[in-house]
């Protein structure tokens, strides 16, 4: 069965740097484009970020360009967040999950249990 | 960038009542549009793409409809399972926007 585990969350400092980890098992996991979707505390879902399943093609929404990276290691079947410059609104749950096409572009069909970061002094 | 809104943001009902959600794209996003159903501290859980097909193994009380860029999500017969958040994500055009979500509890 297809499962995603999100690692790497934690406390962190505003403006020091977190990396999100994501392993995918259960499908080939170079087949398929991959995203990251947080959650605030409370709040509604945002989708970050997208990745194609070759990882050549990147969508970032705007709030987190320039600051946050996607990437992605299939030989692993592990997906990454590299999370810089971190600030306070950054806080949130970071869910991965699976888009149903290869190209980052469709529907999430699969996702993670979540990780936690908290961006606090 | 796309804009979607939901309405009620909540609603109560009671167990076997038929309800209604609806979700507003601020432009035409063709079909491209998911619901998923959220429960306190879990993760999101996909419940249908293309507006109106369901995702492998959600029953199908669930239906989705699709009326220009007024969308629909209609949950038949209530059962205490059903209680949850409800978001809708339009994944037509980067960046692919959320519904703010409707909270449905129990009357």
């Known amino acids: 069965q297809v499962q995603l585990v999100e690692s790497g969350g934690g406390v962190v400092q505003p403006g020091r740097a977190l990396r999100l980890s994501c392993v995918a098992s259960g499908f080939s996991f170079s087949d398929y484009g991959m995203h990251w979707v947080r959650q605030a505390p409370g709040e509604g879902l945002e989708w970050v970020t997208s990745v194609s399943h070759d990882g050549k093609n990147k969508f970032y929404a705007d709030s987190v360009k320039g600051r946050l990276t996607i990437s992605r290691d299939n030989p692993k079947n592990t997906l990454y967040l590299q999370m810089n410059n971190l600030r306070a609104d950054d806080a949130a749950t970071y869910y991965c999950?699976?888009?149903?096409?290869?190209?980052?572009?469709?529907?999430?069909?699969?996702w993670g249990q979540g990780t936690l970061v908290t961006v606090s002094s | 960038d796309i804009q979607m809104t939901q309405s009620p943001s909540s609603l109560s009902a009671s167990v076997g009542d038929r309800v209604t959600i609806t979700c507003r794209a601020s432009q035409d996003i063709s079909t491209y549009l998911a619901w998923f159903q959220q429960k306190p501290g879990k993760a999101p859980k996909p419940l249908m793409y293309g507006a109106s097909v369901l995702q492998s193994g959600v029953p199908s009380k669930f239906s989705g409809s699709r009326s220009g860029t007024d969308f629909t999500l209609t949950i038949s017969s209530l059962q205490p399972e059903d209680f949850a958040t409800y978001y809708c994500?339009?994944?037509?055009?980067?960046?692919?926007?959320f519904g703010p979500g409707t909270r449905l509890d129990m009357k």
């Open positions: 999950a699976r888009d149903r096409a290869r190209n980052g572009g469709s529907y999430s069909d699969y």
């Open positions: 994500q339009q994944y037509h055009s980067i960046p692919f926007t």
